[in-house]
């Protein structure tokens, strides 16, 4: 199986290459504008360039950040399946109507909280509740970055048809003891895209709320959700961990999460997973992460702890 990784060097991409490399199953190429580190050189904002690099790939990821359905379109119309992992709503909305093998909501968030979500809603019955939690010290991507502070000030769709504004609706989730790295705090409503699609697809409410690694740093958050400019004295790298918390929870109590260190890691080896799993069991056509794969499957592949 040949993979072209856009980004493929980027926070995420680095991993997920190295990953895909270790299976001799796999050949992946890196992608990107940098002639010094990628392995194939391209201008993803140069649509026609791109799509002629398809032909011959079998899968193509999206680890770059930028979001145009028409790399999606690229890759399909060149015979390849497309992967992404961004979690903007408005983008993945699109990438819905694409005519294609396009495997949407891949990664950490939407991607392992789709997975756990729909554990907790087989296992117990109503509305759903998603709490992913992402260490402030770790050194994100700068889509990554971007997509936190685009949000500020912005509302999306509640299930009950209510308009929501980003980072507000603080409410208090109990983390499991066992959990290392994270106590009991706030979490805010948050417009990841998979709640949208878990909701129609289980049928039940899904909400998704966000949290950083201490209630301060969540609240500064909240805070800023009400005055953006806010977001320009905010340093660079946050104080922090590097660890993460995923966590789904249904009405009547059912819980399921998983935890670990490096937001980028985690989700590249999901990344990796879904790249195995659709091509031992192709699609057709728009499919959503949980929809072919498990928790147990998913947790199976995270990376094992760091000291």
Not at 14 to 36: M, S
Not at 66 to 79: C, M, S
Not at 141 to 149: L, M, S, V
Request: glycine fraction near 12%.
């Amino acid at each position: 199986m040949k993979v072209l990784v856009l980004g493929g060097y980027g926070a995420v991409g680095i991993h997920l290459t190295e990953l895909l490399a270790k299976d001799p199953r796999v050949f992946a190429d890196a992608a990107g504008r940098d002639r010094a580190r990628a392995d194939v050189v391209v201008d993803l904002t140069d649509v026609d360039a791109y799509s002629a690099l398809v032909p011959g790939y079998d899968v193509v990821v999206n680890a770059s950040g930028f979001e145009d359905v028409r790399l999606a379109q690229g890759a399909v119309r060149g015979g390849a399946s497309f992967v992404e992992i961004s979690a903007t709503t408005s983008y993945c909305d699109a990438l819905e109507s694409v005519d294609g093998p396009v495997l949407v909501g891949v990664g950490l968030a939407p991607g392992l909280t789709s997975v756990l979500a729909a554990q907790a809603h087989s296992e117990g019955n109503g509305p759903v509740d998603i709490v992913i939690g992402l260490g402030g010290g770790e050194l994100h991507g700068p889509a990554a970055t971007a997509w936190t502070y685009s949000k500020l000030g912005t509302h999306f769709r509640d299930p009950d048809g209510r308009s929501v504004r980003n980072y507000t609706g603080a409410k208090m989730f109990p983390i499991p003891g066992v959990v290392p790295g994270y106590r009991t705090g706030p979490a805010v409503r948050a417009d990841f895209s998979d709640q949208h699609a878990l909701t129609r697809d289980l049928g039940v409410a899904v909400r998704t709320y966000l949290r950083l690694d201490t209630s301060s740093a969540t609240m500064g958050l909240a805070a800023m959700t009400w005055a953006p400019f806010l977001q320009k004295v905010v340093p660079g790298r946050m104080w922090g961990s590097d660890r993460w918390i995923a966590l789904a929870r249904s009405a009547s109590g059912s819980q399921v999460w998983a935890t670990g260190r490096g937001q980028s890691r985690a989700t590249a080896a999901v990344t990796a997973h879904a790249v195995r799993v659709i091509g031992e069991n192709p699609i057709t056509r728009p499919t959503w992460l949980h929809t072919v794969t498990t928790a147990d499957a998913v947790r199976g592949v995270l990376p094992t702890e760091r000291s």
